[in-house]
């Protein structure tokens, strides 16, 4: 049976302290709109998941992301929307991530709307930005 996705939704696996994604995962794989992505490389891929179960692998930094022989690639033009990790978020919409710049390499290949999402307590006033960082179009703090 060949499955009919919808425009994706890029989300991600919560890793350490990051808020949890885990329900919000299972609603948009329910509806067939589950994407997450996988580090290959120095680069993000991104895959479809249907089963938050089954179609997952423990990456080599603790973080559960897509199996490939399971997850179909997304093509990035399909993406409308990109939920975006971080360890703080500012007011300049501006995220720190975990050093990598893996988002960084990442956000420059997509046209869409990109939304950071985090607890209240990872808003600073402002953080420390070099060119190559994109800003966000929104923040969200729950």
């Excluded at 989300?11 to 709109?33: K, P, V």
């Excluded at 179609?55 to 992301?65: H, N, V």
């Excluded at 929307?81 to 960084?104: E, K, N, W």
Aim: charged share 25%; with cysteine; net charge neutral.
């Amino acid at each position: 049976m060949k499955i009919e996705w919808k425009a994706p939704v890029l989300s991600f696996s919560s890793f350490g302290s990051e808020i949890d994604t885990h329900m919000l995962n299972q609603q948009l794989a329910s509806q067939e709109m589950l994407a997450l992505p996988r580090v290959e490389k120095n680069n993000i891929t991104v895959h479809w998941v249907k089963n938050l179960e089954n179609d997952l692998l423990l990456s080599k930094w603790g973080m559960l992301e897509p199996d490939p022989s399971r997850c179909p690639e997304v093509d990035l033009l399909s993406i409308k929307t990109v939920l975006v990790p971080g360890i703080a978020f500012d007011s300049h919409q501006m995220r720190l991530g975990y050093g990598r710049g893996y988002y960084d390499r990442f956000l420059p290949r997509i046209k869409c709307l990109t939304i950071g999402i985090a607890f209240r307590e990872q808003k600073a006033d402002s953080l420390p930005s070099d060119s190559w960082d994109i800003p966000l179009q929104k923040v969200l703090y729950f």
